[in-house]
């Protein structure tokens, strides 16, 4: 089962965009392990005004397609991005963070962050930047600590 609904709504000027969203779904049993349905909900607010644009979305799974009878679950994340866009630039940052617990009943944590930059050529073209920040722990145990810089051009037709 998946339901959906959205909001979206300009007053004086400010833009509001609120969404819902549920899924449902039957898991099943492999080599005699039973798993546990999925059951996810999402939600999403983001507002607008001139150039900026922020938003904060959500996630919920629980223990979504984890072992019946285990301890793992608690299978989360969120996000909350701003973009700014003006004349022919655009800046933009966001940061993301997951979350679960495993079978061992550990934590496992991933968080990114992207602060990025474009500027359009025009005629299509855009070229930009992104620097990256990623963090994976697994076990309260960092596994994934890598920074980076990224650039592009889009040529769109």
Known sequence: LLVIGKYSAEMEGVGIDLAYGMITGNSGQVAAVNYNDLDETVYSVALSYAGLT???R??????SGTAKN???GNNQGSSYCGVYRFDKF???ACNVETSMTDAN???NNSKTRTYAADYSLGGG???GAVYF???QSANNTIMTDVDGVMTMMSIGF
Request: proline share 0%; charged share 20%; glycine share 16%.
């Open 58 to 63: 959500k996630n919920e799974a629980g223990n």
């Open 133 to 135: 920040t990623v963090e």
């Open 90 to 92: 655009g800046i933009g």
């Open 105 to 107: 009943n550990l934590d």
């Open 54 to 56: 922020v938003d904060y």
């Open 125 to 127: 073209v855009t070229v």
């Open 70 to 72: 285990g301890n793992a």
